[in-house]
């Protein structure tokens, strides 16, 4: 009985250092070097790019099982900046983005699928304007390792995707401007108890 009883102890305290060991690490966004961009369609002449400047939230990433992962990012509206102040004051209108009525855009990540060695399709719930669809973001983990300036522990990503901003009742300047927005995301993030504060 006592052997019986130190195996299943034994093979308890095993398996709880195996759980404990692979759940995932939550990150926190090192501001000063995570982008928000998109790009929209300007009446067919060029691709113009805005960015969104106030953004928080987290992510988890379990790095030997990425499918184990998850993100929860809200984005404030009004941080919107097209290089321009009338051009930014018409985006924040409800021609656009309505920013008094919906000052937030929230991404939720609700499945994961490995793609490659690096990569991963990440489908969240997208919403924006009051409206929830899904969205999928096409990820490269692109170097996790230790930052040779600070010595903390610093994981980078880049994302793309793309939307149809009709879906979620964005119609203005339609059918003369594409609806489809193309997002990239540049993203450099640390574990919560260790993210960088604005470090080169």
Do not use: C
Not at 46 to 59: L, M, N, P, R
Not at 128 to 149: A, D, E, R
Request: hydrophobic residues 35%.
């Amino acid at each position: 009985m006592n052997r019986l009883f130190s195996f299943v102890f034994g093979l308890a305290l095993l398996t709880g250092i195996a759980t404990a060991q692979a759940e995932p690490v939550k990150y926190e966004f090192d501001k000063a070097h995570t982008q928000v961009l998109f790009f929209s369609d300007h009446l067919g002449f060029s691709k113009s790019q805005g960015e969104f400047h106030e953004y928080d939230g987290y992510f988890t990433f379990d790095e030997a099982n990425p499918a184990n992962s998850m993100i929860d990012v809200t984005i404030k509206t009004a941080s919107i900046d097209m290089d321009m102040e009338k051009w930014d004051d018409h985006m924040k209108n409800k021609d656009f983005f309505n920013v008094e009525e919906y000052p937030d855009m929230t991404f939720k990540s609700t499945k994961i699928d490995v793609t490659g060695e690096h990569t991963a399709d990440i489908t969240g719930d997208f919403t924006m304007l009051g409206q929830t669809h899904p969205v999928v973001l096409h990820v490269m983990h692109n170097k996790s390792g230790k930052h040779p300036m600070n010595g903390k522990t610093v994981a980078g990503f880049s994302a793309t995707a793309s939307l149809d901003r009709t879906q979620w009742g964005m119609t203005y300047g339609t059918p003369m401007m594409d609806p489809n927005i193309e997002i990239r995301l540049e993203v450099e993030a640390s574990p919560a108890e260790a993210a960088p504060e604005g470090d080169e």
